[in-house]
């Protein structure tokens, strides 16, 4: 069955219970109850005026006339085997059906017509206004129900759109409602899709791209005779592979393995393999992946290697929950419309006098960076890492 159906389908068993109620209390608390409460009191009255039910008929006659005078309508008063007694007007009958009835504590029945229009008017055309706000209301639910599950079916069309490989499918956000917030949670999702697989086919096109060159050299190499080339090359080979690896992982959502890592010290040991590199900060631990943060240090100090200008500096300062590792060299800054793209893959500074390595390296800082609830900039006085002190573990 439909989900618009079955929300149809409720709407009509709630409301149909609530006329329900609503019928039965209008029968115990509406104008028929207090018509009957009415017809109590005219009774106890009409048993004063009335004499013995034993009583000549024609004083039960007389009396009955008292009562209805300058009253509308017709009255009759029947014993209580039924036999009309006293009657003003054209008698009604007992089971007469728009009439009003009281019955007396001796077993008389006094019956009038025309008296309480209550009663008349309290029946079909009630039941009938019932009838149409049921309706009303129906039609109402119709469309609100319609209008919702037609929200869900467009989501429902753009997730198979996305399944079949359309990674433009979105669709539009109506309302602030769960269903509002669901359409914005796939968009979300489906532009992230979108951006992870046009950044993994921009890997692979740039990857094929640069493993060529250090492949054509070794094939050079083996061919000329020239084996002692032939181990650089594959070591290159090896880095750039290595490279293109880790940044396909850290783009998968896997978790890290997190631990207390003295960034400090680590700063500290990969200083240690260049010259003229100061390390400065205050110790404490940070908690997060020790493989990926010396990866990150590292990568950091070979881009300062290649070029940048001694002396390099590395400084650790800590705010608040946030861990920041600034990284800066005696060169020249960097122009403020290159900065940002420093951190693209395969990226390649215009006017550079290096020509080595894929261009990576700051991506995977940026990567690495981001994993750990931070970023990675660069601004006039050189690099800026931030992370946070908990780790994200995402």
Excluded at 28 to 50: C, I, K, W, Y
Excluded at 191 to 196: D, G, K, V
Excluded at 214 to 234: C, E, K, S
Excluded at 303 to 323: C, F, S, Y
Aim: aromatic content about 4%; proline content about 6%.
């Amino acid at each position: 069955m439909p989900l618009w159906l079955r929300l149809y389908l409720a709407m009509l068993a709630s409301l149909l219970l609530f006329a329900l109620v609503s019928a039965g209390l209008f029968h115990l608390f509406g104008p028929d109850s207090a018509q009957r409460r009415g017809s109590e009191v005219l009774a106890r009255l009409a048993e004063q005026a009335l004499p013995p039910a034993d009583g000549p008929r024609a004083a039960q006659q007389q009396a009955l006339e008292r009562l209805a005078k300058g009253v509308p309508g017709s009255a009759a008063l029947y014993s209580r085997e039924g036999e009309l007694l006293a009657a003003v007007g054209t008698p009604p009958r007992l089971d007469a059906r728009w009439s009003w009835s009281a019955r007396l504590a001796d077993g008389r029945t006094l019956v009038a017509r025309g008296v309480h229009p209550l009663r008349h008017s309290g029946g079909g055309p009630g039941l009938w206004a019932i009838a149409l706000l049921l309706l009303a209301l129906a039609a109402a639910a119709y469309v609100v129900a319609r209008r919702l599950t037609r929200r869900l079916e467009r989501l429902q069309h753009a997730v198979e759109s996305l399944g079949t490989g359309e990674l433009s499918a979105r669709v539009p956000v109506e309302g602030r409602d769960e269903a509002g917030r669901l359409a914005e949670s796939f968009n979300r999702a489906a532009a992230q899709i979108e951006a992870l697989l046009g950044a993994h086919k921009a890997l692979l096109a740039n990857a094929s791209h640069e493993l060529r060159t250090p492949l054509a050299r070794i094939r050079m190499a083996l061919q000329l005779g020239r084996t002692a080339d032939v181990g650089r090359d594959i070591a290159e080979l090896d880095a750039l592979i290595d490279e293109i690896l880790l940044a396909s992982r850290l783009e998968a959502p896997q978790p890290l393995v997190l631990e207390d890592v003295d960034l400090l010290g680590l700063c500290a040991e990969e200083a240690a393999r260049y010259q003229d590199v100061h390390v400065e900060g205050s110790p404490g631990p940070l908690r997060g992946d020790h493989r990926l943060l010396r990866r990150l240090v590292r990568n950091l100090l070979e881009n300062a290697e290649r070029h940048g200008r001694k002396p390099v500096h590395l400084a650790l300062a800590r705010k608040g929950g946030m861990v920041e590792l600034r990284v800066r060299d005696a060169g020249e800054p960097i122009p403020p419309d290159e900065r940002e793209h420093l951190f693209e893959p395969f990226y390649r500074r215009p006017r550079s006098a290096y020509t080595g390595g894929a261009g990576l390296g700051l991506a995977i800082v940026r990567q690495i960076a981001r994993r750990h609830g931070g970023e990675a900039l660069c601004d006039a006085d050189g690099f800026l890492i931030t992370l946070a002190n908990s780790g994200s573990g995402h």
